[in-house]
């Protein structure tokens, strides 16, 4: 049997090495922070923008790493860590138009920080405090999806909305709306997201797909899901697909924005593989020393998205030591709200199950809810027993 | 002797003790060696051994070939079991969750459900589906629900739901020998999962060599005689749990009747019992509307009302998705408050 057609372990050989250097993609800043320019991805951004950049990562970093840390003390059910994949949410997030509108999956803390969602509403989600955590509508946000790669058919079907509606190729720049669909790279295998794929391809849909690989789907390595590249897959869909590098924060910005013009201008879809890397658990009731191989982790922290960025501002004299030490403190100071917003959100009452399950009231609900409510009375009556 | 050996029937010939999730992994794996059409697929089922732990060891002992992880398509690997079963395989594939049951509905039951009756007998899908349910752990709306009544509605295929160390090896060994297709239903919190609330029921005495347990077959977790208290999955260990309380507080002497599967229910066995007790409790971790709370009542209602003394109790989940917040989400599970209540009320005690 051939070796392409034996199945591999996940901790078994890799097809691609890790990390950057035998990768081809966008790349706009090297890890040692040196500018690159390639052609078709021109960029030119102002001192204030590169300086936002790096305030979007190390707040992002910093708002994840406490909620991890929320989650070890039990102030949380659940966290799904974003750490390694900063720049490519970042950089994703700050490429949309205020009028675009997003799908995330679990992981992209990055996107609802840059549609402006209080990361305290995002902490009572995972808390279990609220049902919904925000409202779609107010932030040009989908909620998170965590049946994998179902949204990406609701992105399409989204896009195919305001294409009907008429938003896109006006060449008005503030009515023409792109849609932004996320997904990891496990979810590439899914009907779903290639069945979204066929249909923003025929009907021309105004959608970029936006695929982080970070290299793992829980244990399995992404050549568990691809033997090529899977930008390439793009091209058998009839859209373009563009690798990123996913570290790489001025990169994804450009292409991503490259992307949405694109579908903005009723040019139809494309497809982003942002090549990044989860440096943390896959949630945190994950144990990745199962799986992880050995020295990887510490390959990719050479190429950390900050750490490059911070070059690039060395060098081109946009930050100094007293700036970063001013987003340090700011840093802290995030760090210390979200500590104390997860602490004080509200339990939510118990009867608030019952809330919409259906559009109007609901006989069979209703029935259930005074069922709930005698069976809660009856413990108050019987002084609190059982 | 703990009451499962003796309802069990078979004398032990080991005092050896495994949790649910050993004992599941070391019934596909004698079944494995012994056939070489036996093979397992999924999602993160190989280094890691499944995420629930149904498959430790597996790729060690059988190698990538026969132990596969699969790329993220649950309509893929299930599609894809379906057709090796018909050309003579055993796969056996894991969905992960069985809320994910939305995303190859159809591959299940218009196909794997379907082919045997379609063909007028002339193909056979002899395969297992094994997928984990339940909740009580926060997962929220799409991760914890337990679904067997929604499997069981649809003909075609056998649904075993183990709660038992000894339960779990013995159903996936008959299940992976029986020519129909058969799910396995494992709830998360029978495992004996390091991680999770242990029940000590978790951990029991299971017998070395290769066994069956027959489907179909229920099972009395704890004899009793002022009411039938039938249940399933890990609600029997909440149930039985209740009941011994109940029986030690002078209450009420409870029977409690493990299913252990729902395609073919065993209603003569919900019949014997609830004939001799005339009062009638269901505790069933699905919703509580259309499922198999109100299947197990008319059993008994088809035959013969008047046995019962008492109105049925029904405890299930209300008719809400399972909430995320802990407090929300244990107010819906059938807990021991809840099971308690209902035995009381029943006895009228
Ligand atoms: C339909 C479905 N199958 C399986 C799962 C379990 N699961 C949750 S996350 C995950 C891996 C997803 O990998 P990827 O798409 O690469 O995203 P990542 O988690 O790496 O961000 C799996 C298999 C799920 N949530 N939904």
Redesign the pocket.
């Known amino acids: 049997m051939s070796d392409l057609a034996s199945p591999r372990g996940p901790a078994g050989p890799r097809s691609v090495p890790p990390g950057g250097e035998a990768i081809d993609f966008v790349q706009l800043l090297t890890p040692d922070g040196a500018r690159k320019r390639p052609a078709e991805y021109p960029l030119d951004v102002d001192a204030d923008t590169l300086r936002g950049f790096y305030r979007d990562l190390v707040l992002l970093r910093r708002f994840d790493t406490e909620a991890t840390a929320l989650q070890r003390h039990g102030e949380l059910g659940l966290w799904?860590p974003l750490l390694g994949q900063e720049a490519a949410q970042i950089g994703a997030g700050r490429a949309l138009a205020p009028q675009d509108f997003a799908f995330p999956?679990f992981?992209e803390h990055g996107l609802t920080w840059c549609r402006g969602v209080d990361p305290a509403q995002v902490l009572a989600l995972f808390r279990g405090a609220s049902l919904g955590g925000w409202d779609p509508a107010v932030h040009n946000l989908h909620l998170y999806s965590?049946?994998?790669?179902?949204q990406v058919l609701h992105a399409a079907g989204y896009a195919m909305g305001i294409q009907r509606d008429g938003h896109v190729g006006t060449g008005d720049p503030a009515r023409d709306t792109a849609v932004l669909a996320c997904?990891?790279?496990?979810?590439t295998s899914?009907g779903d997201v290639n069945e979204a794929f066929v249909f923003a391809s025929v009907f021309n849909l105004p959608v970029v797909f936006f695929c982080?690989n970070?290299q793992?789907?829980?244990s399995e390595p992404?050549q568990r899901q691809s033997r090529i590249p899977l930008y390439r897959r793009a091209s058998g869909f009839g859209f373009p697909g563009v690798r990123v590098d996913g570290n790489d924060v001025l990169a994804v910005y450009a292409v991503t924005r490259d992307a949405l013009d694109r579908a903005r201008r009723g040019e139809g879809p494309t497809f982003i593989e942002a090549y990044t890397y989860?440096m943390g658990a896959?949630t945190t009731s994950d144990d990745p020393s199962r799986y992880r191989p050995t020295g990887e982790l510490e390959h990719w922290q050479q190429l950390d998205p900050i750490d490059r960025l911070v070059e690039y501002l060395l060098l081109t004299q946009t930050g100094d030591e007293r700036y970063f030490a001013e987003i340090a403190a700011e840093a802290d100071a995030l760090g210390v709200r979200v500590r104390e917003a997860c602490r004080s959100i509200p339990n939510p009452l118990p009867e608030s199950m019952f809330d919409h399950v259906h559009v109007e009231p609901h006989a069979q609900v209703d029935a259930d809810r005074a069922w709930f409510r005698a069976y809660q009375s009856s413990f108050e009556t019987a002084g609190g027993a059982a | 002797m703990t009451a499962t050996e003796t309802s069990q029937g078979a004398a032990p010939t080991t005092t050896r003790r495994l949790t649910t999730a050993k004992a599941m992994s070391e019934g596909i794996a004698q079944e494995m060696a012994a056939n070489p059409e036996v093979f397992y697929l999924g999602?993160?089922v190989g280094a890691y051994g499944g995420i629930f732990g149904s498959t430790g060891g597996l790729l060690d002992q059988f190698g990538p070939q026969r132990v596969i992880d699969t790329p993220?398509s649950?309509t893929a690997f299930i599609g894809l079991a379906v057709g090796a079963a018909t050309e003579g395989m055993r796969p056996i594939a894991e969905l992960?969750?069985v809320d994910?049951m939305g995303?190859c509905l159809d591959q299940i039951y218009n196909h794997m459900a379907k082919i045997h009756y379609e063909s007028g007998g002339n193909v056979k899908v002899p395969m297992v589906l094994t997928t984990a349910v339940g909740g009580g752990y926060s997962d929220a709306a799409q991760h914890s629900q337990c679904l067997w009544g929604l499997f069981a509605h649809l003909p075609g295929m056998k649904v075993v739901v183990p709660s038992t160390p000894y339960d779990a090896k013995g159903l996936m060994i008959s299940a992976i020998r029986d020519d129909n297709p058969v799910v396995y239903m494992f709830h998360k919190g029978v495992m004996g999962l390091p991680w999770m609330a242990k029940n000590p029921r978790a951990t029991d005495v299971v017998p070395e060599e290769a066994y069956e347990v027959p489907i179909g077959k229920a099972r009395i977790a704890r004899p009793g005689t002022d009411c039938t208290v039938v249940t399933i999955s890990l609600s029997v260990h909440h149930a039985t749990d209740v009941a011994d309380r109940l029986a030690a507080d002078g209450v009420a002497d409870a029977e409690v009747i493990d299913l252990r599967s729902l395609v073919p229910l065993d209603r003569e066995s919900i019949w014997e019992s609830v004939a001799r007790t005339g009062r009638l409790v269901v505790v069933d971790e699905d919703y509580l509307s259309f499922g198999m709370s109100g299947e197990v009542v008319a059993t008994v209602t088809d035959r013969d009302p008047s046995v019962l003394r008492a109105p049925v109790q029904r405890v299930a989940v209300p008719d809400v998705p399972i909430p995320y917040a802990r407090g929300l989400e244990h107010a819906v599970l059938p807990n021991a408050g809840r099971i308690e209540a209902a035995i009381r009320a029943v006895v009228g005690a």
Do not use: L, P, S, W
């Open positions: 799904a999956t992981r965590i049946v994998i790669g179902t997904f990891g790279d496990g979810a899914q982080q970070n793992f789907a829980i992404n989860r896959h | 999602e993160d993220i649950e992960m969750f994910f995303v």
